[in-house]
């Protein structure tokens, strides 16, 4: 056996195939429990650097903080960012402000809600998430979803809700895909899907609408995700599919 | 420029994803140019330790590009001890490999401490599964243990700044990056944090984890070519004592 020497390594540079025109999990500003915070400019600046064109984004102010106050602000940051498109959020810890904040979202022409279970500790069963989320789903808007789908998934079936989960795991496959079959609105982001077929599998079991691109910047590595979608073994208009259109279709 | 992956796996999982076979390893490797990998047995790691061993020496036999870590149970331990013997005496392991989360021990516990034992007199690297801040016991563990050099497979997973700081503290702890949630900066951070780049290895978690998504952390950490070369395969030929050139077959 020889071992044969590899002058250059085709996954050291982006390819054509990672092209990226929505990505839908950005973010930017202060998260305390990170080591260091990286601001709009920042995440712009890392953004032109990969072969991401264009991402769903917020301001950290929401989520953490003050969602009316975080909103507004990734309104009026990402006015002068053709490349970013707002996402809005709501606090699910003082759901009786949610209808004020869902309004002030849809006059702005907001589509996208962000939900953050997982910092903000809510439970799908909980009376304020619930709330938000009905309200959500009465104006059309599409959840940008954390948290684990196996328990999130099902008290958002049978409503017609356009729903990306933005946490599945490789290790949930089997749960979303049984969520999926009877959910036309229910979607994935590719972050987590990291098995040999995983993508390929979502593709064979439910379709290429089901999944969209979203990398968590600047939190995440976006080098493994365009990386996955490259060498995932689907056909082109799949994967053109994943990394633009569906997300395009949502925005229409 | 060659290719060693130090964390890699044969056999199945429980999970909704095509592992298959070590031929699928071969496959993967070829797919990305990885040279020679170091694999436990899956059913090792999960199940019944012996018996895994057992089926990967037969594995290992008629495929010289892998050659394979005895998975020690440290419940198990005198009968491990043996096992490891049994596997090294083969010469085509070079390592133990320790999980934590199957047998539920984890740094810090007698039966772990008889473990590392066990592996120190052997005198092999070790791959111990890290995920949580157990890690920072490592430092002292390994120093009291002389001889004994362990990869932190995962890096600490979520607690890779606590890893960090265990690698810079003690010069027989290595780390390796590989998981499904890429948290950026990690490989920055241990720098930053003072580990050497002498003690940053490769690994995938291949064929639970597509190798291209640990290729993608190693894209966007940037590396000079020096410093590739160190990550990708110097450390890995010198700590294992693999004889890897560009013309010529590896021996041991």
Known sequence: MSVSPHETYAWLQPSAEE?????????????????????????????????????????????LFDDAAGNAETLRDLADCPELLPVGTVDVRDAMTAEDRLDELTAAGV?????????????????????????????GMVLLHDGDPRRFGP??????????????????????LLLAREEPGFKATTRMLSGPDSIERVIDAVGPRHLVFG??????????????????????????AIATKNVEELLA | MPIIDVHAHVGRWQFHLTTGDADTNLAQMDRYGIDLQIVSASEAVVYDAVAGNAALREALESRPRLYGYAVVNPNRIEESAADLRRCLDTGRFVGAKIHTHYPGRLPGCREMAEAFDVVAEAGV???????????????????????????????????WREA???????DRLYLEHCRTATDAGRVAYAREAGVPV???LFGTDAT???????????????????????????????????????DLPPHM
């Open chain 1, 19 to 63: 092209h990226i025109g929505w990505d839908v999990d950005v973010m930017y500003g202060p998260w305390p429990r990170h080591h260091r915070d990286i601001h709009l400019d920042g995440v712009r600046a890392h953004l032109r650097r990969s072969p991401v064109a264009g991402a769903l984004a917020l301001s950290t102010r929401g989520p």
């Open chain 1, 155 to 176: 008290p958002l079936t049978g409503r017609g809700a356009d729903v990306i989960f933005l946490d599945l795991h490789a290790y949930l496959l089997a749960d979303f």
């Open chain 2, 198 to 200: 002498e003690r940053l």
């Open chain 2, 164 to 170: 960090a700081h265990a690698a810079a503290a003690c």
């Open chain 2, 208 to 246: 639970l984890i597509d190798p291209c998504v640990s290729l993608g952390v190693i894209r966007d950490a940037r590396f000079t070519e020096e410093e590739l070369e160190r990550v990708l395969w110097r450390n890995a030929a010198e700590l294992f004592g693999l004889k890897v050139g560009t």
């Open chain 1, 111 to 139: 589509r996208f809600l962000r939900l953050f279970t997982c910092e903000q500790a809510a439970e799908p069963g909980f009376p304020g998430y619930r709330h938000v989320v009905k309200l959500a789903i009465d104006r």
């Open chain 1, 215 to 240: 990398s968590r910047t600047p939190f995440m590595d976006i080098s493994p995700q365009t990386l996955k979608l490259r060498y995932a073994d689907i056909p082109p208009d799949a994967r053109a």
């Open chain 2, 125 to 159: 690297p070790l791959l111990l599964h890290t995920w949580g801040r157990e890690v920072t016991l490592l430092p002292e563990l390994v120093e009291a243990r002389p001889g004994l050099r362990v990869i932190m497979g995962h890096a600490g997973g979520d607690a």
